[in-house]
């Protein structure tokens, strides 16, 4: 018996039918895929059925055009079909920051996580290793370079958390169909919306989700599309403008939008209030060592010899994670949380836990 083409276990949208009648047409008069187009289409993806040159094409039109909520929450649902969670006992915070990382300023989220672990609020991070296009420093090397397992089993992930209070998973096993894409998106040379959705993953299958955007539109748009995700639906989530994208926020004016049960809102927040009074150019770092770097100055905040800039904007981050699970009814109280955290050693706890799993 012959084998069936690859091309016939799909519907009707291959994607270069997609790309000549919907997405395809240029930036101003590109239409919207449908629900159903856009999950056939991420099948397609994971399957690896599109000849390179389409695949490429594909995601380079949906850059230009800009997806929509239904579209990313319809790639979001095929990704999480194939993703191994293991939720811990705890029910964490979810921080979703740009997988492809940071390449001037500190990475503040771990020693922020630990932070806020310390005050009791449990925090689970993810990353993958090196993911184009920038391939620069995320999570995972920060924690390398701390000493702390990072090539794990979503399962043993879940009992890191359980015993720590804060929790690393790991890409390539929690979904593997995701990294079975780094050749190819290592070839288009910019980002695609996979940069996008791998943030949106849940493997802890957390109830908050905490996230940073560039602009208000689009933190409005990634609520959205949890919403109209099918996987998973976060009670709360909670997004603000991140310094190089990722989960840290940025001195200054800041903008804050928040999805609690179902109505968005939005706030700013001045961060000298909170005794973030710097620049953004004062957490910039060596460039060549951003995770060894940002690994030094995590385990100076957390034992408390480091009380500089660098240890006031852990702080603050740390507050947003604390009020993100709705453990503070506000940042300056979860502020005070988090400083009490380092003070009293119990940052110092948690790290020391992580360092001996």
Known sequence: MS?????????????????????????????DMSRSQATEAMERIIAGEPDPTTLGAFWLANRWKHNVAEELAAYADVMARDVKTA???????????????????????????????????PVVVHSGDRVPTQKQDAYKHVLDDLNIRTEIEP????????????????????????DNLWHRRDQMGVRTFINTIETMANPAEADVHLGSFYHLPFAK??????????????????????????????????????LTDGEFTDFEIETPEYG????????????????????????????????????????????????????ADSVDTALDMATASIDSGAASDVLHSLQTF
């Open 221 to 258: 748009k990634m609520t959205d599309a949890f919403e109209q995700m099918e996987t998973q639906s976060p009670n709360r989530v909670v997004m603000f403008q991140g310094m190089e994208g990722y989960d840290d926020i940025r001195p200054g004016y800041t903008k804050v939008g928040e």
């Open 87 to 121: 939720a811990p006992t705890v029910d964490p915070v979810d921080c979703g920051a740009n997988y492809d990382g940071k390449g001037e300023t500190a990475i503040l989220g771990a020693a922020a996580g630990i932070v806020a672990a310390g005050a009791g609020t």
């Open 155 to 178: 399962a043993e992930s879940a009992t890191m958390v359980d015993e720590t209070g804060f929790g690393f998973y790991y890409q390539p096993k929690f979904a593997p169909h995701i």
């Open 276 to 327: 973030m009074d710097f620049e953004y150019d004062d957490l910039k770092i060596n460039p060549d060592d951003i995770a060894g770097v940002s690994a030094t100055l995590t385990e100076e905040i957390i034992d408390g010899t480091r009380t500089d800039h660098f240890a006031d904007a852990v702080e603050v981050n740390a507050a947003f994670r604390i009020y993100a699970r709705g453990d």
């Open 3 to 31: 084998q069936t083409p690859k091309s016939t276990q799909f519907g009707e949208w291959p994607l270069k039918r997609l790309m000549t009648a919907v997405v395809g047409s240029g930036v101003k008069s590109a239409a």
